[in-house]
């Protein structure tokens, strides 16, 4: 069974901490990683990784794609209170190789 | 420039009932997809589309019938409600079905009571 699994599953932090979210998977068919960000409804795409080892950088957030170690992280450096949010890996894979499966999701709380 | 639309926002049921949500897309993707959310459980995949015509499976397809008749539309049946179908639903779309980001309605918050 395809799995993805988030971790921490909660995170509280002061602002202008850095933090790091971590996902791993276990997929048959893998063929991308996708971070989302998501505050009160639509989820919101962050970084999509294709090849281990390249970082992908959006200002204050990164975010890097392990294939030998089937895993993935996101920083968020300097965080402020606009960072809280729940953040989701989705990876794509499956038999056919077109589905999303998400992880649980890490809730981050980042206080002022 | 719409994106996913979904209709409606809100639906209380009554158990037994049953609705269809709506979805429709603008952005001439190919790729379709229902998830549901719930609390500490992320995004399940109910149904996807790969095109008109073609539907499949996801993880947790039972008590929903979905078909893609235009490349625009992709409406997912809820046949006999039940209150393990609360939930908040979102439909998604991606320009391919392969290496391409989705992007997300605003939800449809379903309670049956």
């Known amino acids: 069974e395809d799995k993805v699994v988030q971790s921490p599953l909660s995170l509280v932090v002061h602002e202008g901490d850095t933090v790091t979210l971590n996902c791993s998977y276990e997929?048959?068919?893998?063929?991308?990683l996708l971070w989302y960000k998501q505050e009160k409804k639509a989820p919101t795409f962050l970084f999509m990784l294709t090849s281990s080892g390249i970082e992908k950088k959006s200002g204050r957030l990164s975010s890097i794609l392990d294939k030998k170690e089937l895993s993935s992280i996101l920083n968020i450096t300097a965080t402020q209170t606009g960072d809280s949010a729940i953040y989701l890996c989705a990876v794509e894979a499956g038999q056919a190789g077109t589905a999303l499966i998400f992880g649980k999701g890490t809730t981050l709380s980042v206080s002022s | 420039n719409a994106g996913v639309t979904q209709t409606p926002k809100f639906q209380v049921l009554k158990t037994g009932q049953s609705m269809t949500l709506q979805c429709a897309q603008d952005m001439n993707h190919e790729y379709m997809s229902w998830y549901r959310q719930d609390p500490g459980m992320g995004l399940r995949l109910i149904h996807y589309s790969v095109g008109a015509g073609i539907t499949d499976q996801g993880e947790v397809p039972n008590g929903y019938n979905v078909s893609r008749s235009t490349t625009e539309d992709f409406p997912l049946r809820l046949l006999s409600a039940a209150p393990s179908q609360t939930s908040v639903y979102f439909c998604?779309?991606?320009?391919?079905?392969?290496?391409?980001?989705?992007?997300f309605g605003q939800g449809t918050r379903l309670t049956v009571v």
């Open positions: 997929v048959t068919n893998f063929r991308s």
């Open positions: 998604a779309s991606r320009r391919t079905a392969r290496n391409t980001e989705a992007f």
